[in-house]
């Protein structure tokens, strides 16, 4: 894991890899008026794929999706709450860069919302239009 996402200076030119931090930055900063309190103590991080072991493979493929798009992680000890996010799955979704944010937003949206106990609309109202 690269670690904590942070707003940074601007490059002359950014990575596709601070392109995508950048489209996670913009899906917490929506959140943030509604549900700032509650993501106060929420890392966001971005890792490159999903860890072996996350993986679905035999019968269970079938029902599910095989390439998770992102995990959350609730605090335990000194740990605080995780948000993560796979960039190369979520590339690989996405047809063009305007694509790729709003499936971005709703998988910021879907872990915040496991992470909370509530569903993905009462997170993001939008989030049902675009469903």
Do not use: C, N
Not at 47 to 57: F, G, I, K, S, Y
Not at 72 to 87: E, F, M, Q
């Amino acid at each position: 894991m690269r670690g904590p996402l942070a707003p940074s200076h601007v490059p002359i030119a950014k990575s596709r890899g601070e392109r995508f931090d950048d489209l996670v930055l913009d899906a917490v900063d929506r959140l943030k008026p509604r549900w700032g309190a509650q993501l106060a103590s929420v890392e966001f991080a971005v890792e490159e794929v999903p860890p072996a072991d996350e993986l679905v493979d035999g019968p269970a493929r079938l029902s599910s999706d095989p390439i998770p798009l992102g995990r959350a992680d609730s605090a335990s000890g000194d740990d605080p709450a995780t948000v993560v996010l796979y960039r190369r799955p979520l590339e690989a979704r996405a047809r063009d860069r305007d694509t790729l944010g709003t499936l971005v937003l709703d998988v910021v949206v879907e872990q915040v919302a496991s992470l909370l106990g509530l569903t993905p609309e009462t997170i993001d109202p939008g989030y049902d239009d675009r469903h």
